[in-house]
């Protein structure tokens, strides 16, 4: 079995923190960054990089070839925001990167995918209140679209040719190391810069939006306990539900302000407030509890806390 992993698009808010993660974890050599750019000076200096087009199949094969990769963690995708601008182009990277991967994986080329899904691939018929594994799905988003019939893609390789994809449904991930790169949920990383550096902030959605949420350490952690589990117990080949926490723009401005007395939010929304309008705003992911063990770390006050001690506006508490 080859033992090494590529990260494509690895120069995102994911990417960025699961490369780190893996190269902890596996060490240097063994883990290869890939994206069309070159990403942060810390990821660039922390071990192999590849330029890599993730819809260039031959491109792809090669680097999977040369480095003897075994693992691929497919994480280069449009957002959901963006992804309105642009829907065509959107739909292309989305798609076709997901083919050539799992093409690798059918053609006994790599061992194991890993490839994120989110909860833009429910629609406004979705229960809204703990959104069930199985459901009505039917996306309003060119993003959602694409996830939806990645997840699909999935589940027929998996059943018709064996290939080993895994997946998560992502919810709004906020962290303080990587800005977010054009999605809906991006307030509630930007919020917390803005915090700081102004004392106030315009929030695009509505002060009632309330959407899941999850801090990043528990995203990364979800992510590698899936890859880790063993195969027998992943019962889901689509994508897995996964929650940890659930607020608006008032619940976070609030926990803010408890940390920052003096912060002030107002509200300005934008095109982005119809697409949160048609997504849940809460998950059950007991399907994931109960087969490979998930379980969250991090709720809005603990997340709240790290967010800011991070960037530089309150003190960690001390040990006693």
């Known amino acids: 079995m080859k033992h090494s992993i590529l990260i494509i698009g690895a120069c995102g808010q994911i990417g960025t923190e699961l490369t780190m993660n893996l190269r902890q974890k596996y060490g240097v050599d063994k883990v290869i960054a890939s994206d069309i750019r070159e990403g942060s000076e810390d990821l660039m200096r922390s071990g192999p990089f590849e330029i890599l087009d993730a819809t260039d199949y031959d491109a792809l094969e090669e680097v999977v070839a040369y480095y003897e990769i075994g693992e691929v963690y497919l994480m280069a995708a449009m957002l959901s925001a963006t992804a309105e601008k642009f829907p065509e182009r959107a739909w292309n990277l989305n798609m076709n990167s997901l083919f050539n991967v799992l093409n690798l994986g059918k053609e006994k080329k790599v061992d194991k995918i890993f490839w994120p899904s989110s909860i833009a691939v429910f629609g406004p018929n979705t229960p809204k209140k703990n959104t069930p594994q199985n459901t009505i799905m039917e996306p309003s988003t060119v993003y959602g679209i694409s996830k939806q019939s990645g997840e699909r893609w999935c589940?027929?390789?998996?059943?018709?040719?064996?290939?080993?994809?895994?997946?998560?449904?992502?919810?709004?991930?906020?962290?303080?190391?990587?800005?977010?790169?054009?999605?809906?949920?991006?307030?509630?990383?930007?919020?917390?810069?803005?915090?700081?550096?102004?004392?106030?902030?315009?929030?695009?959605?509505?002060?009632?939006?309330?959407?899941?949420?999850?801090?990043?350490?528990?995203?990364?952690?979800?992510?590698?306990?899936?890859?880790?589990?063993?195969?027998?117990?992943?019962?889901?080949?689509?994508?897995?539900?996964?929650?940890?926490?659930?607020?608006?723009?008032?619940?976070?401005?609030?926990?803010?302000?408890?940390?920052?007395?003096?912060?002030?939010?107002?509200?300005?929304?934008?095109?982005?407030?119809?697409?949160?309008?048609?997504?849940?705003?809460?998950?059950?992911?007991?399907?994931?509890?109960q087969d490979w063990g998930w379980k969250p770390e991090y709720n809005l006050e603990k997340t709240t806390r790290e967010m800011l001690m991070h960037l530089g506006s309150v003190k960690k508490p001390s040990a006693e």
Request: hydrophobic share 35%.
């Open 155 to 289: 589940e027929y390789y998996h059943q018709k040719y064996g290939v080993d994809v895994r997946s998560i449904r992502y919810p709004g991930l906020i962290s303080w190391k990587t800005m977010p790169g054009g999605g809906t949920t991006d307030y509630a990383v930007e919020i917390y810069h803005e915090a700081i550096t102004n004392g106030d902030f315009t929030c695009f959605l509505k002060a009632d939006t309330k959407l899941p949420m999850m801090y990043m350490e528990d995203a990364i952690r979800a992510t590698l306990e899936l890859m880790e589990a063993d195969g027998e117990k992943i019962k889901i080949r689509s994508s897995y539900n996964l929650a940890a926490m659930s607020f608006t723009p008032n619940d976070i401005a609030k926990s803010i302000e408890r940390q920052l007395p003096n912060f002030n939010i107002t509200y300005e929304p934008d095109s982005r407030q119809a697409i949160a309008d048609s997504w849940p705003n809460s998950i059950d992911d007991s399907q994931a509890q």
